[in-house]
């Protein structure tokens, strides 16, 4: 099935953020775009943040994405429209805090997100049948992005 991105990902600043700056709007594949777009956000901007500070920017985006994703989902009538990536942004930040540095975990925390976001393991497919509005939408992601933080430091540390 095609992403079919409505005209207002280029003209309002709240849905273009939903739309990871407008890598959800990628015709095929949005959610997997979307985490490729945050990969450079996380190498330039969290990487290096102390694992506090680093926390604390994940709080803060992720309370950012429920209004984000919430506000954009009900202006287009539709919940969870598949361009709608923040969640995967903030999922893909979340596998990735705590992660050695260097490309191997970066292409690890990658695979992993993709794959629990994917295949969505309970609790996640209850929470992305159940819990709608920004919330929701947000809640399966962070959910999949803690799933993929433990297997990752379950690899770092017994595997690596």
């Not at 506090?52 to 919430?70: E, K, N, P, R």
């Amino acid at each position: 099935m095609a992403n079919s991105a409505p005209a207002s990902v280029w003209r309002n600043p709240i849905h273009f953020l939903a739309f990871g700056l407008g890598s959800g709007a990628a015709p095929k594949a949005p959610g997997t775009f979307g985490t490729l777009a945050a990969i450079p956000f996380f190498i330039f901007f969290l990487q290096g943040l102390e694992p506090l500070h680093y926390f604390g920017a994940l709080v803060v985006t992720s309370v950012i994405g429920i209004y984000l994703c919430g506000k954009t989902s009900k202006d287009l009538g539709v919940h969870d429209h598949s361009g709608i990536v923040w969640d995967e942004f903030v999922g893909f930040w979340i596998t990735m805090w705590l992660a050695p540095t260097g490309w191997l975990y970066i292409l690890l925390g990658f695979v992993l997100f993709r794959l629990f976001d994917i295949l969505k393991p309970w609790p996640i497919s209850w929470i992305d049948k159940h819990v709608h509005g920004g919330f929701g939408i947000m809640l399966d992601d962070i959910l999949a992005g803690l799933m993929s933080f433990v297997v990752l430091q379950a690899l770092v540390t017994f595997v690596l």
